[in-house]
């Protein structure tokens, strides 16, 4: 009788980090588009779609540095043999951080995740979305975490996660 190949086991820990070079973008971005409104301000203009232009990119200019601008949160994902997920956003906090599941609208790229996790602990449900890039986490570490969560999206038959590559 031939041996049967058992999976391998998908156990893993991963701290992910914010992404710098997210952060630098949306400062770029910030600038960029206040520059764009000084610009369109300091020219003199007798109409009001100038007017509102500059109002839009200054306000993109404002969200994008509020962005740029939040507190560093370092997120802990584990993941056990059987395939259970726990998030902790605070990794220094003791306790295993609460339990998630992956929800449909989950991205799952080789070297971009986008992962939406639902609480499973309580009445209430809250959905986190958690942002890994490859500036968030080591290459291996990063590809580890890829295949562990495209496991668990395969043996999840209600999560529709678009996985690509």
């Given at each position: 009788m031939?041996?049967?190949?058992?999976p391998p086991s998908i156990a893993l820990t991963v701290?992910?980090?914010?992404?710098r070079r997210l952060r630098a973008l949306l400062c770029l971005f910030a600038?960029?588009?206040?520059?764009?409104?000084?610009?369109?301000?300091?020219?003199?203009?007798?109409?009001?779609?100038?007017l509102l232009l500059?109002?839009?990119?200054?306000?993109a200019a404002t969200l994008c540095g509020a962005a740029a601008c939040q507190p560093l949160k370092t997120r802990r994902i584990d993941i056990s043999k059987a395939g259970a997920v726990r998030l902790t956003v605070q990794h220094?906090?003791?306790g295993p951080g609460r339990a998630v599941r992956l929800m449909p609208g989950s991205l799952l790229l080789a070297r971009l995740l986008v992962?939406?996790?639902?609480?499973?602990?309580?009445?209430?449900?809250?959905?986190?979305?958690v942002l890994v890039l490859p500036d968030s986490t080591d290459r291996a570490t990063l590809r580890a975490l890829v295949v562990a969560m495209r496991a668990i999206a395969g043996?999840?038959?209600?999560?529709?996660?678009?996985?690509?590559?």
């Open positions: 031939p041996a049967v190949a058992l701290l992910v980090k914010p992404s600038l960029v588009h206040a520059g764009t409104a000084w610009r369109i301000l300091s020219n003199e203009h007798n109409f009001a779609a100038p500059a109002a839009c990119c200054g306000l220094k906090l003791p992962l939406r996790l639902a609480s499973i602990d309580g009445a209430t449900v809250c959905v986190q979305t043996r999840n038959s209600a999560c529709d996660v678009q996985k690509i590559g």
